[in-house]
């Protein structure tokens, strides 16, 4: 329950707060990269239950001459760069949260593909909302690699509490700010979980 109470009252504040800074951002996201301003896609939530995430759109609509989709490297902009990079593009995740879709801290939501490929244990990340930041976001961000971000996952969901809440939140704001452990694309550093562990022979069900 503090949990929640924190929830609904950081994300209300958030929205009044950065209501300015979103409203810029769209704009500036609607100028640069046109419409639609939100990106939104369905992930697995609270015990595995799907619900539309969303975010600020970071890539452009671009396809190559036989009209396929160009790879995610290749329609992300310098605009849609600096977004990632600063995090401005997760602001609208604090309606998620508002929504009790999300939680400020927990694993963070990842593709719905993506759950065959999770171990057993790593399956505990069902058991809370996902989070907007995480353990693994401060301990490597995007640069951490999938066993060992998963493994952070694990970790949080064994030892979470609300004095680890706020310590991440806090060390959260330090990275940003620093732009520490950021992959802006993340295609370029790693594979796609699945992709990875298909190789592998990893997950339950490979």
Known sequence: MLKRSFDIL???LGLILFCPII??????????????????????????????MIKFRTMRDAVDHN?????????????????RSSSLD???ELWNVLRNDMS????????DRYTPYFTEEERC???????????????????????????????????????LDMRIIFLTFYKVLKSDGIVVDPSQTMLNLDEERSRKGGGDNV
């Open 23 to 52: 409203l810029i951002v769209a704009w500036l996201v609607k100028r640069n990269l046109g419409a639609p301003v939100l990106f939104r896609q369905v992930r697995p939530g609270l015990n595995g239950v799907p619900f539309e």
């Open 67 to 83: 009209g396929e989709v160009l790879a995610d490297g290749d329609r992300l902009t310098k605009f849609g760069r600096f977004l």
């Open 90 to 92: 997760e602001l609208p």
């Open 125 to 163: 990340r069902f058991s809370v909302k996902p989070g907007i930041t995480g353990w693994a976001q401060i301990n490597g961000r995007n640069e951490c690699k999938w066993d060992a971000r998963l493994a952070y996952d694990v970790w949080y969901v064994k030892n979470r509490s609300f004095l």
């Open 10 to 12: 950081a994300s209300f």
């Open 104 to 111: 400020i801290v927990g694993p963070r939501p990842l593709l």
